[in-house]
């Protein structure tokens, strides 16, 4: 930590770690997550993608600025509210799909092909041929 408001703004949090407010708030909202993935999962095209970020926001390998741009990727995919609602046939994910692309164009090196494995189980998809993980 470089400075007193860094520390000043930290919490304890699993694992005796701290970790920026910021994060520990949206660990609250990524709890909702998977729920709602696994159930639309045959919905999205971008499913795996976003199983992949949520693993690779939860690893504590994942510097902390990544993290902090994944969990608001996650939270802006629970929230019930945003530019467009998901109940909108065939428009509702597109902004959805969008934060993401954006998100991982951003911190996309950081998911690693670990993250994308558990992302495979979670959703029950094969791995990919020829892929020996």
């Known amino acids: 930590m470089t400075d007193a408001a860094e520390i000043i703004n930290t919490v304890k949090g699993e694992g005796g770690v701290y970790l920026p407010k910021s994060i ?7 709890r909702g997550l998977i729920p709602k993935l696994l159930r639309l999962a045959g919905q999205l095209p971008f499913a795996d993608d976003l199983a992949s970020a949520y ?6 390998l994942t510097p902390a600025k990544a993290k902090a741009v994944l969990f608001a990727t996650a939270a802006y995919f629970v929230m019930p509210a945003d530019m467009l609602p ?9 902004d959805d799909a969008a934060v993401l692309a954006t998100a991982l164009g951003v911190v996309g090196s950081q998911v690693k092909e ?7 189980r979670l ?11």
């Open 55 to 60: 693993y690779c926001a939860r690893d504590p």
């Open 123 to 133: 959703l029950r998809l094969p791995e990919p041929i020829g892929d020996k993980t």
């Open 86 to 94: 998901d109940v909108i046939v065939g428009l509702g994910f597109t």
């Open 114 to 120: 670990r993250h994308r494995v558990m992302a495979r």
């Open 24 to 30: 520990q708030r949206n660990e609250r909202v990524a």
